[in-house]
C-alpha cells in the first residue's frame, strides 16, 4: 500500500480511515539481521523499517520509505508479536523517519516493557519520549541536500520542491539537545569526503553550546556514504582516514560489506 506522506513528512493525508493512527505504524519492512551501523555494530537486531519521511537525502538507501514510501500499516500489538518471532532481545526501529509517527513511541514502550534493547535511528529532527536505550542521530549535513546535479539514488522520483525543504528542516539544535539530555546518543554523520567535516565540527561545536550534557568525541561517529560495496571501496579509506585526523570514530556499514545491497538485511 502506498504511503502518501504530505510535505510534513507524517504520512497521515494517507491513514485509511479504518486505521488508528495512535496505534498503527506504515511497515516497509520487518528483518532480523546484524547491526550494520555504530556503537552496536554486530549485534544480531530485529529491525522494525516505517515508511514516510520528513526528509529526502540524495543519497537514501531506502528509498522506498522516503522518495516513495510504502508500506502495510500494522497495529502495534501486531509489530510486537512480529518481533518476538525473531531471534534475540535487540531491537532497531528505523524507517524513513520513525519520529514522524505517534505510535513509535508506544511501539518502543511496548518492546521496553517485554525487555528489548531499544534503538532508535533517527534524524533527529522530531523529539519523541520513549523507552530508548540509544538514540543513534544522524544529522543531516548540506551535502546530503538533494539538488538537480544531485538527484535521489535508486529511483526517479521528481525534486518537486524537496530542496528546499530539506534544507530548511535538516538540522533542529533544540531537538538534538534534547535527545542528547534524554537518552545515550551516538551522532553518527554520513560522510561523503573531506568538504564535509568543517560542518561536522560546526555541527558538533553548535550542539555542544546548546545543551550543557557532554557530547563526546567518543560519540561521535563518522560513516561512509554507500548503498553498494563498490561505492564503499571508494568512500571508507577517506573516513577512516577523517576519523583519525580528528578524533571521532569510524563506524563501518558491516550489513554492505557482508551482504552488499540484498533486501532484508
Ligand atoms: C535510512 S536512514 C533511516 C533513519 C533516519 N531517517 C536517518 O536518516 O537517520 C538509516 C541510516 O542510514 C543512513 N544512510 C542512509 N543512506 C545512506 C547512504 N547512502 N550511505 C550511508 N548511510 C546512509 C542514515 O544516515 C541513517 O543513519
Ligand atoms: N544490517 C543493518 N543495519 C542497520 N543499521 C541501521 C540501519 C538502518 O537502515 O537504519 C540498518 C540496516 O538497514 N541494516
Ligand atoms: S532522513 Fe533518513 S530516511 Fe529520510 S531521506 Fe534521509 S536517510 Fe532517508
Ligand atoms: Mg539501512
Known amino acids: 500500500m502506498p504511503v502518501n506522506a504530505d510535505a510534513a513528512g507524517e504520512a497521515d493525508t494517507s491513514v485509511p480511515t479504518e486505521v488508528d493512527a495512535s496505534e498503527a505504524l506504515p511497515i516497509n519492512e520487518l528483518f532480523h539481521s546484524l547491526q550494520g551501523e555504530g556503537k552496536l555494530a554486530g549485534v544480531p537486531s530485529t529491525f522494525v523499517r516505517t515508511a514516510g519521511c520528513n526528509l529526502r537525502c540524495w543519497f537514501c538507501d531506502s528509498y522506498h520509505t522516503s522518495w516513495e514510501p510504502t508500506g502495510a500499516w500494522r497495529g502495534v500489538d501486531d509489530i510486537v508479536d512480529a518481533v518476538a518471532e525473531r531471534p534475540g532481545d535487540h531491537v532497531v526501529l528505523t524507517g524513513g523517519e520513525p519520529t514522524v509517527h505517534e505510535a513509535s513511541a ?158 532484508g538485511t
Open 106 to 263: 508506544d511501539l518502543l514502550d511496548r518492546l521496553s516493557a517485554r525487555g528489548y534493547h531499544t534503538t532508535v535511528e533517527t534524524n533527529g529532527t522530531v523529539f519523541r519520549d520513549a523507552a530508548i536505550d540509544l538514540a543513534s542521530l544522524s544529522p543531516k549535513l548540506a551535502s546530503s541536500t538533494p539538488t538537480p546535479d544531485r538527484p535521489p539514488v535508486g529511483g526517479d522520483a521528481d525534486l518537486d520542491g524537496w530542496t528546499e525543504r530539506h534544507e530548511e528542516r535538516r538540522l533542529d539544535y533544540d531537538v538534538l539537545a534534547r535527545y542528547v539530555e534524554t537518552y545515550p546518543v551516538q551522532l553518527k554523520f554520513v560522510v561523503t569526503g573531506p568538504d564535509d567535516m568543517p560542518e561536522i565540527e560546526r555541527v558538533v561545536d553548535r550542539l555542544r553550546e546548546t545543551t550543557s550534557t557532554p557530547v563526546r568525541d567518543a560519540d561521535v561517529l563518522l560513516m561512509p556514504e554507500g548503498t553498494t560495496r563498490e561505492r564503499l571501496e571508494s568512500t571508507r579509506r577517506v573516513v577512516a582516514d577523517l576519523a583519525l585526523e580528528h578524533g571521532y570514530r569510524y563506524t563501518p556499514r558491516v550489513h554492505v560489506d557482508v551482504w552488499n545491497d540484498a533486501p
